[in-house]
Each structure stands twice: as structure tokens, then as C-alpha cells.
């Protein structure tokens, strides 16, 4: 390497790079894998014009069968077709009386949703297995996906939610006689 090429790294451009990092929610592991092999030649060519980054297209089939959990059966599924996830094209619905702090009955809330282009859980399954494509503010909410309604064997109705349970996300169910409060938004497609 000629002199004139030779990198000079000194300390107030690593502290900009220290921030630059922190900025952008990096960790030692993202900085150790950003520095092994030819990662960083490759991040120059795109800084030069020379390569893109192409993201990933995240679809999913809606009109597919969803998970369906032992014993249940699906009362109601909403098709509907095929989504391009994108975070943006998800909105967290809360009725009137949620929205106030209140609470709804479930029953109650899922007459009010009939009309709303709620998501179904098959995305609840995608979100599940791609952990890492769920917005950080649905954290300390139960995100309810009431395009699809289950019927456990004893008869009752069940809507799934994820939730974030300190360490990852998971699903679980809820009653629909159960009342739904501000931190039970519906997933809509905005």
C-alpha cells in the first residue's frame, strides 16, 4: 500500500465511527461481522456506486390456511391475497372506548372490526418466524390479528396476538368474551 493510500485512523474519526455504530443500534457482533472477510470492500463499492443493496421482498400468502393449534378449528379466516410486508402498511387500530382507556368486550369488538381490513394470522406466522421484521414500538402491546378467529374444542372463540415477552416475540390467544383494553390493538392494513 502506497503512503498516500495508507489509512490514518485517528482517535476523533473511531469516536465518530463509535457513535455512528451506537447510532444505528450496532452490537460487537454486527462490528466483528463487518470486519471479517471482504464485507467492508464490499460496503465500499456501494459508498462508490459501483453495487446496490437490493432488500429482500418479504410476501405473504393470506389466502393460504393459517396455523390452526391442536384440537381448534377456524371459525372465520379473511383471505386476502398476497401482502408485500412492509412495516408502514400496518396500522394498530384502537376503537373509540380503547383509545379512551376504557374496555370492549370482544364480541363487541370483533362486530365493530367486520368492516376493517384486518390482517390475518397467517402474517402473525410470518412475524413469528422473522422476528426480526416486527417494529420495535408494538413492544408492551398484545397486537391482535382478527382477520382469523379460532373455536377451541370446548366451543369458545379465540383471535391470536404477538407479544413481546422480555426476551423474544411470541404468540398467544384470547378469549373473545374477555375484555380488550388501549394496549390490544388490532393489526389493519393502513
Known amino acids: 500500500m502506497s503512503a498516500q493510500n495508507e489509512l490514518m485512523l485517528d482517535v476523533s474519526q473511531a469516536e465518530e465511527l463509535k457513535f455512528a455504530f451506537r447510532r444505528n443500534n450496532w452490537t460487537n457482533a454486527n462490528i466483528k461481522t463487518l470486519s471479517e472477510g471482504d464485507f467492508l470492500g464490499k460496503v465500499l463499492e456501494v459508498m462508490k456506486g459501483l453495487a446496490e443493496i437490493i432488500y429482500p421482498e418479504h410476501l405473504i400468502d393470506c389466502d393460504a390456511d393459517p396455523f390452526i393449534p391442536e384440537g ?28 379512551k382507556g376504557d374496555r370492549i368486550e370482544g364480541n363487541e369488538l370483533r362486530k365493530e372490526l367486520a368492516d376493517k381490513p384486518v390482517l390475518n394470522a397467517n402474517i402473525l406466522d410470518y412475524l413469528s418466524a422473522h422476528p426480526e421484521l416486527i417494529p420495535e414500538e408494538w413492544k408492551g402491546k398484545y397486537v391482535f390479528f382478527w382477520g382469523t378467529i379460532y373455536r377451541d374444542s370446548n366451543g369458545n372463540l379465540y383471535v391470536r396476538f404477538l407479544r413481546w415477552y422480555g426476551s423474544r416475540w411470541d404468540w398467544d390467544c384470547y378469549w373473545l368474551g374477555d375484555d380488550f383494553d388501549s394496549d390490544d390493538p388490532a393489526a389493519i392494513a393502513s
Not at 412495516?87 to 373509540?96: C, V, W
Open 72 to 99: 381448534w378449528t377456524i371459525e372465520e379466516h379473511k383471505k386476502g391475497g398476497v401482502f408485500k410486508f412492509n412495516p408502514k402498511a400496518i396500522s394498530l387500530y384502537l376503537n373509540k372506548k380503547q383509545a
